[in-house]
């Protein structure tokens, strides 16, 4: 299966002296969709957590393969998931998805 969608990405920056967040800039890509599957985890909690197991192999730019280590989440079906692995095989980076992103976004103006 095909993939279209935006990558964001978490660079550090300072924002005031001594105080570093991560600002998040999204770069869409082409790619492909190698896995594809969900799981629901009822473990401890009141609510189960949703998280997939999908792989996504994108052709990597020059920014891409430089800052693979600053990859924070991807849109996919129509949600944000967190990378939890990011495996690089030159030209592409394979990137393992995992739950739901509940961290920054980018700032909408």
Excluded: C, H
């Amino acid at each position: 299966m095909r993939f279209y969608g935006k990558v964001g990405y978490g660079i550090a920056t300072e924002t005031a002296p001594g105080v570093w967040n991560d600002v998040i800039t999204e770069i869409s890509y082409f790619g492909d969709v190698i896995r594809n599957s969900r799981q629901l985890q009822d473990a401890q909690s009141i609510n189960p957590e949703l998280s997939v197991s999908v792989s996504i192999s994108i052709v990597a730019d020059a920014f891409a393969s430089e800052n693979f280590f600053a990859i924070r989440y991807v849109e996919y079906a129509g949600a944000l998931w967190t990378v939890s692995n990011v495996e690089p095989q030159r030209p592409r980076l394979l990137l393992r998805l995992g739950g739901v992103y509940n961290g920054p976004k980018v700032a909408t103006p």
